[in-house]
């Protein structure tokens, strides 16, 4: 063997042969391609975790679709729903409002002093006297209460408005056993008679109005003030009193305590 046959022999044993550079250029291309594969499947589907980038398959993908009825909100398919076809609430769900509860009415009594039974003048009225009759019937009470006889006229000492309408009961009982007894029950009577028959019209109106507001529930002072005075005073009151009494035979002082006063 020459020598030359030598050499090139010895560059052949370094250099590799042509299949395995064959192989070795299809193996890199494969390798190429799986690589290029693996980056356009990472840019095209993200896969939630960072950490790890795969496709999922159709199959998963379908699985974890919603159905179409989850997609639409709940608060719009209950709203439908009660549209539609109303659920009935049970009774005892119901909340319902108390019933109110109408508290009764507190009957006032009637002043105490107005009387309720003038027997001096009932007896009169039923037997059918005449106002002039009536009137006599009245002085001659007051004669017996202590009235000063002036003539056919009588002159009687009544306690003002004032103070009497401004009487409770509490005050007249503690004045029973008393000198002003007499005296109180007298200056009632006076009252009484002339709001029911010497009054305005005359018929006691405003007597009747004042105990029909008083059962249903009114106050003294308001229903006093209401339909007794009336729109007056009770000095006004007062004078209208002693000047028709006058002009019936009766001449009436107004005294005064210095008790409770009602004002006007």
């Known amino acids: 063997m020459n020598q030359t046959e030598t050499v090139r022999k010895r560059h052949r044993r370094g250099k590799p042969s ?3 550079m064959l192989r070795l250029a299809v193996v890199s291309a494969a390798a190429l391609g799986v690589t290029a594969f693996v980056l356009w499947l990472k840019k095209e589907t993200p896969h939630p975790s960072a950490a790890i980038a795969v496709r ?6 379908a699985r974890t679709l919603k159905s179409p009825l989850q997609t639409v909100q709940s608060s719009g398919l209950a709203a439908y729903g ?3 076809d109303p659920v009935p609430t049970p009774a005892s769900a119901v909340v319902q409002a108390p019933p109110q509860v109408q508290e009764p009415v507190v009957k006032k009594m009637p002043p105490v002093w107005l009387l309720a039974d ?4 009932a007896d009169a009225k039923n037997a059918g006297l005449s106002a002039a009759q009536t009137i006599d019937q009245l002085r001659q009470s007051l004669r017996e209460s202590g009235a000063r006889q002036m003539g056919q006229a ?22 029973l056993n ?9 200056s009632a009577m006076l009252l009484t008679f002339y709001l029911t028959y010497l009054d305005r019209a005359g018929n006691g109106a405003g007597v009747k109005a004042l105990l029909q507001a008083m059962e249903q529930g009114m106050s003294e002072e308001n229903a006093v003030r209401e339909f007794i005075l009336a729109g007056r005073s009770v000095a006004e009151l007062e004078r209208e009193m002693g000047r028709v009494f006058a002009d019936a035979g009766v001449e009436l002082q107004f005294t005064r305590r210095g008790g409770l006063a009602m004002r006007p």
């Open 178 to 186: 008393t000198p002003v007894a007499t005296e109180n029950r007298a």
């Open 56 to 61: 999922e398959s159709p199959f998963v993908q």
């Open 154 to 175: 009588v002159r009687f000492g009544m306690l003002n408005l004032s103070e009497l309408m401004a009487m409770d009961s509490r005050a007249w009982t503690a004045s």
């Open 118 to 121: 003038v027997p001096e003048f």
């Open 82 to 84: 009660l549209k539609k």
């Open 18 to 20: 042509m299949i395995t």
